[in-house]
C-alpha cells in the first residue's frame, strides 16, 4: 500500500531564508507526486505536479521539487522564504486513476 | 476560472442530528471526494464518486453516507452526528491527476 510522510510536523524559517520540506513516500509503482498548499481558512490548491516527465518540477510562487526515485523522496524547495509563504503544506501520492494519499502536512511559519 | 463550492464554512450542530454538506463543481469533472482534515493526520478520504450514483468508500467512511444524483453536486451526510465527527470537512473534484478544493467546512458537534 502507498503511503506519505512528511518529516516535521512544523518548520520555522527566516524571510528570505531557504525553504526546504521534506516528503517520502512508498508505493509499488511508479507514482504521480504532488504539493500542495494551504492558507488559513481556505481549501487546498496544487502547487506542482510529477508525473513522471522531468524529475525536476517548478511550481507556482517559485517552489520546486524533485523527484528522486533511489530515495523515493519529493522535497520541495524554495530558495528565498516570503512572509506570503506561511501556511500549510501537504505532499501527495496517486498510484491509481482515482485515489490519492495525502501526508499529515508541514506548517510552515516565515519569522520576519 | 475553476471552481468548488461548499454550502457552509462554519456548522455547529448537536450529537444525534443528521447533517448535509453540500458541494457543488462548475468543472464538469466526473469525479468528486470528500475528506475530513484533522491536526497531524492530514486529509483523510471518506467517500468518493467516479459518476452519477456510482459511489466508493474511501479509509474512514464509517458515520458517513453520501449521495450524487447529478454531476457537478456531491452530498456528506452524517445520519446521527457525534462528537467524533467534529472537524474541517473538504470537498474536491478531479480531472485525472490534479484535485480541485472546495473552502471546507468546519463542523462542530456539540
Known amino acids: 500500500a502507498q503511503s506519505v510522510t512528511q518529516l516535521g510536523s512544523h518548520v520555522s524559517v527566516s524571510e528570505g531564508a531557504l525553504v526546504l520540506l521534506r516528503c517520502n513516500y512508498s508505493?509499488?509503482?511508479?507514482?504521480?507526486l504532488f504539493w500542495y498548499v494551504q492558507y488559513p481558512n481556505q481549501g487546498l490548491q496544487l502547487l506542482l505536479k510529477?508525473?513522471?516527465?522531468?524529475?525536476l518540477v517548478k511550481g507556482i510562487n517559485g517552489f520546486e521539487a524533485e523527484f528522486k526515485k533511489s530515495e523515493t523522496s519529493f522535497h520541495l524547495t524554495k530558495p528565498s522564504a516570503h512572509m506570503s509563504d506561511a501556511a500549510e503544506y501537504f505532499c501527495?501520492?496517486?498510484?491509481?486513476?482515482?485515489?490519492?494519499?495525502f501526508g499529515p502536512g508541514t506548517s510552515l511559519s516565515v519569522i520576519p | 476560472d475553476v471552481k468548488v463550492t461548499q454550502s457552509s464554512r462554519y456548522l455547529v450542530k448537536r450529537t444525534g442530528e443528521k447533517v448535509f454538506l453540500e458541494c457543488v463543481q462548475d468543472m464538469d469533472h466526473e469525479n468528486m471526494f470528500w475528506y475530513r482534515q484533522d491536526p497531524g493526520l492530514g486529509l483523510r478520504l471518506i467517500y468518493f464518486?467516479?459518476?452519477?450514483?456510482?459511489?466508493e468508500k474511501g479509509d474512514i467512511p464509517e458515520g458517513y453516507s453520501v449521495s450524487r444524483e447529478k454531476k457537478e453536486r456531491f452530498s456528506l451526510i452524517l445520519e446521527s452526528a457525534s462528537t467524533n465527527q467534529t472537524s474541517m470537512y473538504l470537498c474536491a473534484s478531479s480531472v485525472f491527476d490534479e484535485q480541485f478544493f472546495g473552502p471546507g467546512t468546519r463542523l462542530t458537534v456539540l
Open positions: 508505493s509499488s509503482v511508479p507514482p504521480y
Open positions: 501527495a501520492v496517486q498510484t491509481s486513476y482515482d485515489k490519492v494519499i
Open positions: 464518486s467516479y459518476d452519477v450514483k456510482m459511489k
Open positions: 510529477y508525473t513522471s516527465a522531468a524529475t
